[in-house]
């Protein structure tokens, strides 16, 4: 019953920054885990970074101190604002939120960094 729409990918240049946004229709602060996952062509997708509904964050550890999840609760939306980009970190970002029987998903947005 909710609905993800995550946005703010584009191209930018190796050390720039972008701040990724996840729109839902529905609470996401009813018992869901939220998160950004990615994947790169021809790789796994991964989680990037979670916030869960007390507040805890967890991020991986290749964006650890550049990457910051964040959530406001008034517009019912989520952040991922993303410093010092290296093309490693060049994916398609996918918003998500889940419970353990259930899993919503933005429809993907695409970060490009140039080297």
């Known amino acids: 019953q909710v609905q993800l729409v995550d946005s703010g990918g584009g191209l930018v240049q190796f050390g720039g920054s972008l701040r990724l946004s996840c729109a839902a229709s529905?609470?996401?602060?009813?018992?869901?885990?939220m998160g950004w996952y990615r994947q790169a062509p021809g790789k796994q997708r991964e989680l990037v970074a979670s916030i869960t509904p007390g507040g805890s964050t967890n991020y991986g550890d290749s964006v650890k101190g550049r990457f910051t999840i964040s959530r406001d609760s008034a517009k019912n939306t989520m952040y991922l604002q993303m410093n010092s980009l290296k093309p490693e970190d060049t994916a398609v970002y996918y918003c998500?939120?889940?419970?353990?029987?259930?899993?919503?998903w933005g429809q993907g947005t695409q970060v490009t960094v140039s080297s």
């Open positions: 529905g609470s996401i602060f009813s018992g869901y885990v």
């Open positions: 998500n939120a889940k419970k353990p029987l259930s899993a919503y």
